[in-house]
T-cell receptor
Framework: GENVEQHPSTLSVQEGDSAVIKCTYS??????FPWYKQELGKRPQLIID?????GEKKDQRIAVTLNKTAKHFSLHITETQPEDSAVYFC???????????FGTGTRLKVLA | NAGVTQTPKFQVLKTGQSMTLQCAQD?????MSWYRQDPGMGLRLIHY???????DQGEVPNGYNVSRSTTEDFPLRLLSAAPSQTSVYFC???????????????FGPGTRLTVT
């Protein structure tokens, strides 16, 4: 089955700096790659997603890049703010099966 | 529009007891799913459903049953609770075929289950 690895597990950045979180996956047929943000004690919420026919997608300060050949995708957050502090999960949908496999999460701390 | 609701919020069970976690959504979503969240392990898919009468297993289905008799409800049954099932359980729903390919999952608030 699909295997998703996410790095790093924790990340601390100064406010205003950029943060990058990377994920790799194993199933080359996977075609949908969302990112979820989970604040402490709350439910996960979608922040951005990308499909396999697109290499990059941007939404204000966040962007996702996808390299299908290498089977990895990354979340980029620019100009980080304290409210960006949360756990971020990459997710892979295994080729139209509706099976969503989550990475183990990255705890991002933005230091003021 | 309540979104995705889950009951109860908290539950303590003794080993061997059974119970049902309730999940309901009012967005007419075809897809519903159950995850468990354990420290350092992300969210793991237990069971999912793409419509009433259709269910399938996820990554960690053992010890859990589901049914989907209506579009709105997707209960999760623990057959004989074990300490290894201590976790936070999230229900989620989405359209099966998202708008412009965006299959956003909406999560419920979670149920914190402790098995002693």
């Amino acid at each position: 089955g699909e295997n998703v690895e996410q790095h790093p597990s924790t990340l601390s950045v100064q406010e205003g700096d950029s943060a990058v979180i990377k994920c790799t996956y194993s199933d080359s047929a996977s075609n949908y790659f969302p990112w979820y943000k989970q604040e402490l004690g709350k439910r996960p919420q979608l922040i951005i997603d990308i499909r396999s026919n697109v290499g990059e997608k941007k939404d204000q300060r966040i962007a996702v890049t996808l390299n299908k050949t290498a089977k990895h995708f990354s979340l980029h957050i620019t100009e980080t703010q304290p409210e960006d502090s949360a756990v971020y999960f990459c997710v892979v949908e295994s080729s139209g099966t509706y099976k969503y496999i989550f990475g183990t999460g990255t705890r991002l701390k933005v230091l003021a | 529009n309540a979104g995705v609701t889950q009951t109860p919020k908290f539950q303590v069970l003794k080993t061997g007891q059974s119970m049902t976690l309730q999940c309901a959504q009012d967005m007419n979503h075809e897809y519903m799913s159950w995850y468990r969240q354990d420290p350092g392990m992300g969210l793991r898919l237990i069971h999912y459903s793409v419509g009433a009468g259709i269910t399938d297993q996820g990554e960690v289905p053992n010890g859990y049953n589901v049914s989907r008799s209506t579009t709105e409800d997707f209960p999760l049954r623990l057959l004989s609770a074990a300490p290894s099932q201590t976790s936070v359980y999230f229900c989620a729903s989405s359209y099966a075929h998202g708008v412009r390919g965006r299959n956003e999952q909406y999560f419920g608030p979670g149920t914190r289950l402790t098995v002693t």
